[in-house]
C-alpha cells in the first residue's frame, strides 16, 4: 500500500474524499496545530518519513536519507526553484508544482491593481481621508482616468496566469501581445472554463529573445516570469529605458526576476508611469527599500495568488495527478530542471 503524507490544512471532508477515491493508498496527514507555512520537517519524525512513497506538501521537505521511499512531491505552490539542484531532485524524485490554479486570483487581482491605479484610487482614498473633496478646478488634474480599452498589454511569460489574464484583457477591449518559450498551446494543469488552452487569444507573439519589440509596443507590462536561472534580473536597466513613458509595468511572478534599483530608478526619473507590485527579492520588503516612497508605486504583501478555496484546487490538481501516477501516466505540471520550471 502506498503511503502518502500531506502537510496541508485540508479540510477533513477533503481528506476523506481522498480516501474514498484511493482506497489502495495510507493517506496520512501531519497536523502539528500550526499553520502549513510555518511547518518544518524537524517537526515530522524519522518514522513518518520512511515509508512516505507520495508527499502533498508546501516547504515541509524531509532529507533524503530519511526517505528513502520518497518518488513524487507534489507542491501546492507555483514555484519550485527552491527545489532545483537540490539532492531530492538530484536523485531523481518527480516534482510537480501547482501551476494553474492561481490562475483566477492572480488575473483578476492584475486587474484590480491596474483599475485601481487607472481611475485614481490612491488619489480618492488619499482625499477620503482628509473627509474632504479637492477644489472643483483640480478634480479634474487629479481624478480623469486612464482608460485601458484599446492600450497594448504585453505578457512575458505565458504560463496559465498570463493566459486568464489575456482573456480578461480581451474582454476590456485591450490588444494582447505574449512572450512564451515553447509551444502555444497549454499542456499544463487549467481550472476548467478559464485562460487560453489553446494559444489562440494574443493578437500576436514574441520570441523571448524580442523583448524590447513588445516593450516599446507596450502600454502596460505584465512579468509573469518563473525564477530560474535565465530569468534573474531579466527586467533591468535597458528593459526599464525600452518601455514607454506611459508604461505600467505589474509584477506577479518572481521578486528576483526584476531589478529593483533599475525599477527604482526607473520611476525617480519618470521613464515610466507605475509599477504595481505583488512580489520582491527580498520579502517581506525592508523598510529601506526605495519602492515604499516612490510616486507611481503601488505594494502589497505577496497575496495576489491568495483565494478561499486554494487548498481544494490544489486537492483538485493532486487527486488528478495521483490518479496519473497510480497509472503510470505523464503527471501535470511536472518541473523539468533544465528549463528551471
Known sequence: MRRILITLPLADSTVERL??????????????????????PST?????WRDVEVLFTFRSLPKPEDAPALRWIQLNTAGADTLLGGPLVER????????????????????????????????MLTWQRRSQWPEAAD??????????????????GYGSIGRHVARLAKAFGMRVLAMR??????????????????????DRYVEPDAL?????????????????????????????AAMRSNAIFINIGRG??????????????????AALLDVFAQEPLPSSSPLWGLQGVMISPHVAGWA???????????????????????????????RGY
Do not use: K
Open 181 to 202: 518559450r515553447g509551444e502555444r498551446r497549454e499542456h499544463g494543469f487549467t481550472v476548467p472554463g478559464t485562460g487560453d488552452p489553446e494559444g489562440t487569444l494574443p
Open 139 to 156: 478634480r479634474e488634474r487629479l481624478f480623469v482616468p486612464r482608460e485601458i480599452h484599446g492600450q497594448t498589454l504585453g505578457i512575458v
Open 19 to 40: 480516501r474514498a477515491a484511493f482506497p489502495a493508498c495510507d493517506i496520512q496527514v501531519w497536523n502539528d496545530g500550526g499553520p502549513a507555512f510555518a511547518r518544518t
Open 92 to 123: 531523481g524524485v518527480a516534482v510537480t508544482t501547482a501551476s494553474g490554479i492561481h490562475a483566477i486570483p492572480m488575473a483578476e487581482y492584475v486587474f484590480a491593481m491596474l483599475l485601481g491605479w487607472c481611475r485614481r484610487l490612491p488619489e
Open 256 to 273: 528576483a526576476t526584476c531589478d529593483e534599483e533599475a525599477l527604482a530608478q526607473a520611476l525617480r526619473e519618470r521613464r515610466i508611469e
Open 212 to 240: 524590447h519589440e513588445l516593450l516599446t509596443e507596450s502600454d502596460v507590462v505584465l512579468n509573469a516570469l518563473p525564477l530560474t536561472a535565465q530569468t534573474r534580473n531579466y527586467f533591468g536597466r535597458e528593459a526599464f
Open 44 to 48: 515530522i519524525s524519522a518514522d513518518v
Open 308 to 338: 478561499p478555496n486554494y487548498n481544494e484546487r490544489a486537492t483538485e490538481l493532486f487527486a488528478e495527478n495521483l490518479r496519473r501516477y497510480a497509472a503510470g501516466e505523464p503527471l501535470l505540471n511536472r518541473l523539468d530542471p533544465a
